[in-house]
């Protein structure tokens, strides 16, 4: 079959994948198929992580599951993302793997923070108690498994540590390989100078900026089809040609041109202002002065389709003393009630309306990214639309520790995968989960707090503890990511992402040397928009 076709037409970058997407069963159909579908937009993961939890009770809504307006979302911490609650998903009664607790039942026992930082995205163990200050994830973590099948080239993905880079087990979550930490990038200006390259022709295709900018990929194409159609093939071939033409006819639409320095600008982003902020938000500085220009340049990034994997993360430990916030303390020993990272001690006077402080300025940042998101326009929607943009939190509640009913909040459909405008619980769908009990360590009357008493607090470890594996596995297939036959991602795999991670039972983490064990295999059906 086609023998002597000149392999530039295969080869040229975007058109080239699509012409080439009837015959080869390859990334580049994969890519092929992406940028067709949904008017051409890329679906990408976008993702935002804080340190120590939250008061639960205050962050959640009453209801768990089943539609959420506006003014549930007003009743809570979460009342600055109201304004978009018709394209807010909260999965409700998810479990992250691997917990820290007195009796080693639901984990290792390395550090109540490393532990989890090393599990949190690989769903794997850490390396042995031994080394319990410098715990490293024994797996690869999430970010890495996507990006290498959906990004450009497979190009890594983007971490952006906001506030700087700390090489330490407890502040990272992206390990690129077993036991490998990837700490990403923390300045702004790094970022911004990769990214201005792609104003003009840059490192991708000349036929990916002509879809860019105006072209639907049929008329991209167009030269190559008549070519290909001239080509002595079999009449299977030619069918198959004909059907991908009509298809291409059927599912293309137009994207409009934003990777510019224009846009760039549009967002509040030149050389000026980001070497402002890079000055300006370094370790233990002022956070302000950098949060939104690293999260527009996260915005920018997902514009140009630079990368379509983008993790940020604020560090732990911080002394918020900016927008209206003067603490004393910093964020880790206010999340234990006692100023420090004992457990236990004396109640550090006003502690909870700190933490109050600390989930509100946090909400306030991802209702930030989620509008600017949204007011990018791609394709027959926003640029939100067709992103999985996904708020998590290392704990639940960040006294106890506790994994179990997590604080997760997706913005965004990911190109209509996922429902949007409601609450889903994914344990048994009841509209009355708990919300947790945050406010029982050093509430109301309390001035001390006993060794022992976290595991008293956050939410009973018997409910709401659905692993989070499953909901990877949503993520993943939303975005276009594969798997081989066993169900695992696998890079050239054609089959639905079943599996994720070593261990989807958080008991089974209390042991290094348990096999690979996936109890309950296959995305979270309820998440879907289908579903």
Known sequence: MMKNLNRRVFLRGLGGA?????????????????QSAGGGAPKRLIVLFTHYGCLTNRWFPKKSHGELTAADYEATTLKHLAPFAKKLLMPRGIRAMNEWSFGRTHGQNNDPHGQVMGSYFTCYPVTPESDKFNAKSTGRSLDHIAAEQVNPNGAAPLVMQIGGV???SFSNFSYDKPKQIFPGIGSPTTIYNNLTGLFGQGPVSQDTYKVARGKSVIDVVREDLETL???????????RLSDWKDLLHQTTNTVRAQCSAAQAEALGLTAQSVQAASQGGGLGTDLSKSTNVMMDL????????????????????????????????DSHGISHRVGDANMGGDCV???????????????????????????????????????????????????????????????GSCGGYFKT???????????????????????????????????????????????????????????????????FPAIGGSAEVTHFGKHDDTKLFASENNPVSIKDAGEFKALRANG
């Open 18 to 34: 699509v012409v080439a997407a009837p015959f080869l069963g390859s990334v580049a159909e994969r890519d092929a198929e992406a």
């Open 421 to 487: 405008g409601q609450a889903v619980n994914v344990e048994g769908g009841k509209a009355d989960l708990a919300v947790g009990n945050s406010e029982a360590a050093c509430g109301p009357g309390q001035t001390k707090l006993e060794f022992g008493e976290i595991d008293g607090t956050g939410t009973p470890p018997d409910v709401a503890t659905q692993p989070i594996n499953k909901y990877f596995c949503n993520l993943l297939n939303a975005i276009g990511v594969k798997a081989g036959a066993d169900g």
């Open 349 to 411: 006077p006003g502690v909870i309306e700190m933490i109050q402080q600390i989930d509100d300025w946090y909400a306030k940042k991802f209702a930030y990214l989620v509008g600017r998101l949204d007011s990018i326009e791609e394709g027959e929607g926003k640029l939100l639309d067709n992103t999985a943009t996904v708020w998590f939190q290392e704990d639940s509640d960040g006294n106890s520790h506790n994994l179990n009913n997590l604080p997760i909040l997706q913005a």
């Open 298 to 329: 996260a915005v920018l990034s997902a514009i140009c389709d630079q990368n379509r994997v983008i993790f940020m993360k604020f560090p732990g430990t911080l002394t918020f003393k900016w927008d209206g916030i003067n603490h004393s303390k």
């Open 229 to 239: 159609e001239r080509v002595r093939m079999s009449r299977a071939d030619k069918q």
């Open 166 to 168: 700390r090489q330490d």
